[in-house]
């Protein structure tokens, strides 16, 4: 296409003409929609039409948790306690170094203690960033939503440690799944560090006096209380042995059960012993002899057993070392009575088969009392 200068070009757009007053009513048009479309509330940011503003400061928007504006100081509600200990993180982290700190120092031994005496941030040169509530490692700062700060000068805007604080249930109110997160964390760490802070460090200011004076009354009213009786020992309960006793207890009864079971084994052998001759009573009273001399070498022997009783009580000691003598002293004495009597003899002056072998049955029946009853001494 041949262009010559100087000469006007007339394109054709194709639309169709418009007859009088038409392209004022399709003008009209678009504005009765936009004021229709004025009166539709906008529920959400997805909406595309509607009206998106409101009649601020009466009606509000909810802001997003993760909303953030400028920082502050969080302290927990029941202690007072800050959960700052003036590590420094955020003020090395901070881009326009507006943060500055003072650590706090135990006033007896000079030593650092985990806390802040100076907190200061400058508002005013403060870019929002957040850095500072990310890298604390004790979630100690969190970023406010309060963005409505004007004001006529500079310095109003430096921000001291009374002006940063807020209880956890301020945060709480307008982040409650953002500290529900680290909740357990942060006051675990609360815990430690308060155990390292002496008097009323480390607690929000606002609350300092408050807690200086209650802490006074509570020290002038238990002075004034008459001293309280010192708590009576708690007696044993009824009926329940110690360990000691009970061990004595048994070493008793073992005892006993032997005495018992040595004399009822011995009293059968008397009968059978009346009706020895003068040589098998000999050999019967032998055979005790020797049962009996056992039976005290093995009391000898069990002696030592006793050595676990030192543990006992004296009282419980010497109660079941005399329960041992006595069992021995009565198996002795079954086996001795057991050949006392003679026993008549036939017309030769011989025993009968039948008294030979009762004589043999009573002196085998005495060897086993005393041995059984030197058996239980051992045990116990």
């Given at each position: 296409?041949?262009?010559?200068?100087?000469?006007?070009?007339?394109?054709?757009?194709?639309?169709?003409?418009?007859?009088?007053?038409?392209?004022?009513?399709?003008g009209?048009?678009?504005?009765?929609?936009?004021?229709?479309?004025?009166?539709?509330?906008?529920e959400?940011?997805?909406?595309?039409?509607?009206?998106?503003?409101?009649?601020?400061?009466?009606?509000?928007?909810?802001?997003?948790?993760?909303?953030?504006?400028?920082?502050?100081?969080l302290?927990?509600?029941?202690?007072?306690?800050?959960?700052?200990?003036?590590?420094?993180?955020?003020q090395?982290?901070?881009?326009?170094?507006?943060?500055?700190?003072?650590?706090?120092?135990?006033?007896?031994?000079?030593?650092?203690?985990?806390?802040?005496?100076?907190?200061?941030?400058?508002?005013?040169?403060?870019?929002?960033?957040?850095?500072?509530?990310?890298?604390?490692?004790?979630?100690?700062?969190?970023?406010?939503h309060?963005?409505?700060?004007?004001?006529?000068?500079?310095?109003?805007?430096?921000?001291?440690?009374?002006?940063?604080?807020?209880?956890?249930?301020?945060?709480?109110?307008?982040?409650?799944?953002?500290?529900?997160?680290?909740?357990?964390?942060?006051?675990?760490?609360?815990?430690?560090?308060?155990?390292?802070?002496?008097?009323?460090?480390?607690?929000?200011?606002?609350?300092?006096?408050?807690?200086?004076?209650?802490?006074?009354e509570?020290?002038?009213?238990?002075?004034?209380?008459?001293?309280?009786?010192?708590?009576?020992?708690?007696?044993?309960?009824?009926?329940?042995?110690?360990?000691?006793?009970?061990?004595?207890?048994?070493?008793?009864?073992?005892?006993?059960?032997?005495?018992?079971?040595?004399?009822?084994?011995?009293?059968?052998?008397?009968?059978?012993?009346?009706?020895?001759?003068?040589?098998?009573?000999?050999?019967?009273?032998?055979?005790?002899?020797?049962?009996?001399?056992?039976?005290?070498?093995?009391?000898g022997?069990?002696?030592?057993?006793?050595?676990?009783?030192?543990?006992?009580?004296?009282?419980?000691?010497?109660?079941?070392?005399?329960?041992?003598?006595?069992?021995?002293?009565?198996?002795?004495?079954?086996?001795?009575?057991?050949?006392?009597?003679?026993?008549p003899?036939?017309?030769?002056?011989?025993?009968?088969?039948?008294?030979?072998?009762?004589?043999?049955?009573?002196?085998?029946k005495?060897?086993?009392?005393?041995?059984?009853?030197?058996?239980?001494?051992?045990?116990?």
């Amino acid at each position: 296409m041949d262009i010559q200068r100087g000469n006007i070009i007339v394109m054709d757009r194709r639309t169709g003409k418009l007859r009088a007053g038409q392209g004022l009513l399709q003008g009209l048009k678009v504005v009765w929609d936009h004021w229709a479309a004025s009166f539709r509330k906008n529920e959400n940011f997805t909406q595309i039409r509607g009206n998106f503003t409101v009649e601020y400061p009466d009606e509000r928007l909810q802001l997003p948790q993760a909303y953030r504006n400028m920082p502050v100081l969080l302290y927990d509600d029941e202690s007072g306690h800050e959960l700052c200990t003036g590590c420094y993180q955020c003020q090395r982290i901070c881009p326009p170094q507006v943060i500055h700190i003072t650590q706090a120092k135990d006033p007896v031994t000079g030593k650092m203690v985990p806390a802040a005496t100076e907190f200061i941030i400058e508002y005013d040169a403060c870019m929002s960033c957040g850095f500072c509530a990310e890298v604390c490692p004790f979630d100690s700062i969190k970023m406010d939503h309060v963005f409505e700060l004007s004001t006529a000068d500079h310095d109003s805007l430096t921000m001291r440690k009374a002006q940063l604080n807020r209880p956890i249930s301020y945060y709480t109110s307008i982040a409650p799944d953002l500290w529900e997160g680290v909740k357990a964390g942060a006051m675990k760490k609360l815990q430690g560090n308060i155990k390292r802070r002496p008097g009323v460090i480390g607690m929000a200011p606002s609350l300092t006096e408050k807690i200086k004076a209650r802490r006074q009354e509570l020290a002038e009213a238990a002075a004034a209380a008459p001293p309280a009786a010192a708590p009576a020992a708690p007696a044993a309960p009824a009926g329940k042995l110690t360990p000691e006793e009970k061990a004595a207890k048994l070493a008793a009864m073992k005892a006993a059960n032997a005495a018992k079971k040595a004399g009822g084994e011995a009293a059968p052998a008397e009968a059978p012993a009346a009706e020895l001759s003068p040589a098998d009573a000999k050999a019967a009273k032998l055979a005790a002899i020797k049962a009996a001399n056992a039976a005290k070498k093995a009391g000898g022997e069990a002696a030592p057993a006793e050595a676990p009783a030192a543990e006992l009580s004296p009282a419980d000691a010497k109660a079941a070392k005399l329960a041992a003598i006595k069992a021995a002293n009565a198996a002795k004495k079954a086996a001795e009575a057991a050949p006392a009597v003679a026993a008549p003899t036939t017309g030769n002056g011989t025993a009968a088969p039948t008294d030979e072998k009762a004589a043999r049955l009573a002196a085998i029946k005495a060897a086993n009392a005393a041995k059984k009853a030197a058996e239980q001494g051992n045990n116990e």
